[in-house]
């Protein structure tokens, strides 16, 4: 990690084959988040991953590439374990007392949205509410199936937090705020 300044922050990782002379992966995330204003955070990053290794249960055997299948089947897909994604995140007071939420995450190599959500928080002294509409796709990286992780969820999510008694209703909300969201857990810390 990079901190430019106490507001911007750079994180990157990538992982080198010394075999080949490549990266198998990598990511990339400019973070900003003022530190006078926790309550303004904006990311922006790529992360991207030629192959895996993973095992296959039909076969019994462990097998390294990028494609699912096999050429020339009926279920083949190439390049379906490649990597190739944007990730958008945001949260932004627009007046006081209410700030916007969003984020887009969008995978290139398939051409398809794997989360977005968006909504809004209203934030007082005493409780804290939000309501998002969010589109995902669970992926299992377990079995990496295809069958299993081309089906969408969406949803409406309310979640109601009293301050100093913590969340009533929407727990599942504060899951998918803090682990899409690189910065939001730092905010809520700051507001209690």
Sequence with gaps: ?????????????????????????????????????????????????????RYDQASGQWTYGSDF??????????????????????????????????????????SRTLEAFGGFEYDNCCWKMRVINRYWID???????????????TGIFLQIVFKGLGNVIGGATETFLDEGIQGYRERENQAF
Excluded: C
């Design 1 to 53: 990690m990079y901190r430019y300044n106490r507001d911007w922050r750079f994180t990157s990782s990538f992982v080198w084959d010394p075999d080949s002379h490549t990266t198998r992966s990598g990511s990339a995330m400019w973070h900003y988040q003022p530190a006078d204003n926790p309550n303004k955070i904006v990311n922006i990053g790529y992360r991207y991953r030629n192959d895996t290794m």
């Design 69 to 110: 299948g096999t050429p020339g089947q009926a279920n083949y897909i190439k390049d379906y374990y490649k990597i190739d994604q944007h990730d958008f995140s945001f949260i932004w007071p627009v007046v006081p007392q209410w700030s916007v939420i969003g984020r887009w995450q969008h995978d290139y190599g398939r």
């Design 139 to 153: 992926y299992d990286e377990t079995s990496l199936n295809p069958d299993l992780n081309d089906e969408p969820d």
